[in-house]
């Protein structure tokens, strides 16, 4: 070993001295990945600088402006009047106590104070770096123009080769708490002590040093273009073998004392309890050049890249895969045993989780062939593990696999469920029955004995050792573990049921929860009632596969699109009826599940462990979560900022008082809580002083409208919270003023109210004159409507007589003419006539053309009928394609003359204007009142006259006999 490498050796171990014990660590492997570039809103996919200003926003600096980030969109920012800035190249981000210092391309210069922008004096070249001293200077790292320095008094000093820089661009500036200046160049590192005197560290090669960093526990870091050093005493030693030659950009400690390193070339390192971590871009990172590094308030950790942004964050999930050394990654089924051990079973075999970490576990079978496994159970020593093809296997430490299949009387090889009974049975739902074993014997239950159906997919046994069955069409109470009681449950009155994929019964209670294809089921032992808890009351998904509470109130269901949480209790309101909207959450692959997809159908699917950790049988491996830390992973108290303001449509600056003007009907305010773990999750709620009496529970809804409000003072609250996580005290407010019309001011009413008095008394004068000229001119309206009616009336008469189609009177009127005529008949014996007209052949018109055509046929009927008979003829419509003619003074030889002509005339007639080859012919029945007993035999003579006319060929007139 050479002396190189012993010091590279020594100076490892100096940072593993100098770095703080820091908490148990995920390996960086094993931290969720979520990643963002241009096409997800950044300007440009280089992220030069990072920082977090005090109210909670992200802020990244690139050559196309600043973007400001809140965990849903980015903001971004550029030259202009807004920002002051000469360029939207940004290099640099600080934070002060006067806010976020902003820098960049030609010499930009420019300081944000939420939520405003304050353009500072520029500087001469671009600017890398600025730093504000303890003493309030400014110190500027420029590219190529050396240092600049502005004073308290605003004076500016200039540094560069001639003061002894080593080199004109300038990286990066830090100050140590000694107080001293320094400074990373283009030429190695230097350091401007309080005289202003600049002096070259020696110890550092004179090559490019692009980060500094001052450790918690006060150890100067330099990140160089050859390598990582360390202060140790008056000198600098390389940090770690591993590092030594390698480009340095960046540096970062977080929280737990782990360093961050950023190189130009390798990616990510960490070096922390684990030793030396990396993550390149082959793990995930968008590109190999790491620009910058920040840890926000939530500790997640932020990457800046050539290629875009890379957030690290430890996530609730966790997922077992083959990577982590599972079987196989397609999961069936979960068993958490009293040993603190997770056994799952695999499309590709049997694994174990544990303390030891995860492994395969060999299943030694007669065939020699890996059994894919669907369900797991544990009964004392032995493991069983329900197959797709081998049946049921039972493990026991130091013997043979134990094998029961159909040659030993299962019902089927395909076994999804075991259930060990507390009597010491055994059974097994198999996709062809159910099945219990006992004291060496195997007996099989199906559809004949009171089962729904024989695909057998859960069993559970109840407090009361009821045995809950569940098949593909339905599920079976088993009472007290008998067979021959088995009462099914019909499901279909649920949003029509049919899956049991699950059940759970919470200790104590008479409800049994079931997992359907429409929802959460809740069976009540008391009365016997079933209800549903589903996509009514606003859930997203119906199909559900397990359900498992945990130690917290909580109850998990499995599906295929992720897994949900619900409140035990809100479940139980929302299946009596009491609660319309159960709040959720769900959780998926951005928590941290390598997939969304849970397996259901065999179990069970998902397991409670003893540490109060849910595990997840899923696509892609098991998924664990520890729900007591669902609120350690966000921090309790958000900040909430308010983004905009809106008053009838026109944007305003949320400064505090607002002054509005009158008529402002419409106020908008947009706010949102800055979380960045899950912000997809946080909840509002808002609180109008001067409006509401309570807050207003928002939910997600990250805007507040208001709109009418009154004239008055108001003061807006708005708090953020994540799920499960108390109310944020860090409040956003606003207050604002809604000023008056004139004619909403006390003195207007005043004055309203004398001018009123005075037309009161005016009118009142007024109104004596016009009472008499009302008088007459009522009388007169009362005539005139008088009229009215009695014309309206007349109208009705008539509408009520006239056919609508031809404007010919209808069967109502004829009747009263045939009345009419009949009573002169018999009292003067002055004879008539009475004729029945009908088309040939009128359905063949509808049915060849349409009725349209029909209708027109009626009509241009009607035209000929009324112009063809004579001057005291009455002609009307009986219905349909069928008209009366009536002959008044008429004999019978006279009536066939003018029918005859009538039909003569029909059958002349050119129809082609009605439709292309329309012709129509009619049949005329005619009937003399002479020698008939009533008006009745009268019409009905004509009509039997009309029939014969039809059957003799039609289009012919024939009399009555």
Known sequence: MNLRHLQLLAGFCWLLIALPPAAAQSPLKNFYQDSWNTRNGLPHNSINSMAQTPEGYLWFA??????????????????????????????????????????????????????????QQHLPAMVNHVLRDNRGRLWFATEGDGIYMRDAQGEQHHFSLQQGLPGLAVYRLLQTSDGRIWAGTSRGLAVIGSNNIISVNRHIPAAPVLALLQTREEQLLVGSAQGLYGSKDQHFELMHPQLAEEAISSLLQDRDGALWIGTTDRGLARLGSLGLERLGMEQGLPDNRVLSLLQDTEGNIW?????????????????????????????????????????AG?????????????????????????????????????????????????LKPGQQPVIIDRDQGLSANEVRAILPARDGSLWVGTA????????????????QDGLPGEFVMALHQAENNDIWVGTGVGAAIIEQGNPSRIRTLDLHSQENAEYAFGFYQQPGSDAVWIATDRGLLRYRYTDSSLSMVGRPHGLPIEKMFQPVADYHGGIWVTTNRGILRLDLQQAHQAADGELAVIAFELFGEGDGMASSQ????????????????????????????????????????????????????QPVVPDTPLKLPAGSERIQIGFAGLGYVMPERIRYRTRLEGFDKEWVERGDQSLAEYTNLA????????????????????????????????????????????????????????????LKHNAATLRRLVHEKTEALQQQTQNFERQA???????????????????????????????????????????????????????????????????????QDYVARWGGEEFTLLFPDTRLHDAMAVCERIRQRVADFDCSAIAEGLSLTISLGVAEAFATESADRLLAKADQALYRAKNNGRNRVEAAS
């Open 346 to 394: 695999t499309s590709n075999g049997l694994s174990v989780i544990d303390a030891d970490g995860t492994r395969a576990v060999p299943v030694l079978l007669p065939d020699g062939k890996t059994p894919s496994i669907l369900s797991l159970a544990r009964q004392g020593d032995i493991l069983w593990l329900g197959t797709y093809t081998h049946g049921l296997v039972g």
């Open 62 to 119: 690139t050559w196309e402006g600043i973007s400001r980030y809140n965990g849903r969109g980015f903001h971004t920012f550029v030259r202009g009047e807004q920002t002051g800035l000469p360029d939207s190249g940004i290099r640099g981000l600080t934070l002060d106590d006067d806010g976020l210092l902003v820098v960049g391309a030609r010499g930009g210069f420019s300081r944000y104070q939420h939520p405003r922008w304050f353009p």
């Open 432 to 447: 062809e029955g159910l099945s219990r074993v006992h004291q060496g014997r195997v007996l099989t239950y199906g559809k």
């Open 303 to 343: 990457v800046g890249t050539n290629g875009g942004l890379l957030r690290l964050r430890d996530a609730p999930f966790t997922s077992f895969t083959q990577e982590q050394g599972l079987a196989g990654n397609y999961v069936r089924s979960v068993l958490a045993d009293d040993n603190g051990q997770v056994w």
């Open 801 to 871: 007589r006239e056919d609508q189609l031809t404007g010919l009177a209808n069967r109502r009127a004829f009747d009263d003419w045939l009345a009419q005529a009949w009573q002169r008949f018999s009292d003067k014996n002055q004879g008539f006539c009475l004729a029945v007209v009908d088309i040939d052949h009128f359905k063949r018109v509808n049915d060849q053309w349409s009725h349209s055509v029909g209708d027109e046929a009626i009509k241009t009927l009607a035209r000929i009928l009324s112009t063809q008979v004579r001057e």
């Open 598 to 649: 849970a397996n259901g159908g065999s179990g069970p699917s998902a397991t409670l462990a003893a540490d109060g950790s849910i595990w997840v049988a899923t696509a892609m491996g098991v998924a664990r979560v520890q729900p007591e830390r669902l609120a350690e992973l966000v921090q309790n108290n958000l900040p909430v900022v308010l983004e905009q303001v809106t008053v009838n449509g």
């Open 711 to 770: 004239p008055g003072n108001y003061r807006l609250q708005v708090a953020a919270a994540y799920p499960y996580s108390r109310w944020s005290d860090r409040q956003a407010s606003l207050s604002f003023n809604i000023a008056p019309f004139f004619w909403q001011r006390p003195l207007f009413w005043a004055m309203l109210a004398v001018a009123g008095l005075i037309l009161l008394w005016g009118i009142f004068q007024l109104r004596l004159r016009m």
